[in-house]
């Protein structure tokens, strides 16, 4: 088991940054990579952005790419997603996600909310 915890949401006026943070315990060995997801209203929950445990690598949305970050820090076991030029788009729940050969866990959505 694998168990998440996201923190880091809140409400940012267009332009503005956030940095969301996602805290893995459990069996953590067994993740091969960690994601970000986002769900706005009436609309189907998207994978945001990706990082690998072992070597690192990352993807992106197209709408987010050179906007927003994802890293991790092994010794703390957390990964996180760094958002500038947040815009009124951006606008969703974003879920922490983490993918084992076995399953997918996920943390408890935060809201994030950008006001133009």
């Known amino acids: 088991q694998v168990q998440l915890v996201t923190s880091g949401g809140g409400l940012v006026q267009a332009g503005g940054s956030l940095r969301l943070s996602c805290a893995a315990s459990g069996s953590i060995f067994n993740i091969n990579g960690m994601e970000w997801y986002r769900q706005a209203p009436g609309k189907r929950r998207e994978l945001v952005a990706t990082?690998?445990?072992?070597?690192?690598?990352?993807n992106y949305l197209d709408s987010v790419k050179g906007r927003f970050t994802i890293s991790r820090d092994n010794a703390k076991n957390t990964v996180y997603l760094q958002m500038n030029s947040l815009s009124a788009e951006d606008t969703a729940v974003y879920y922490c996600?983490?993918?084992?050969?076995?399953?997918?866990?996920w943390g408890r959505g935060t809201q994030v909310t950008v006001s133009s």
């Open positions: 996600s983490a993918a084992t050969p076995q399953t997918r866990y």
């Open positions: 990082i690998t445990t072992t070597s690192g690598s990352t």
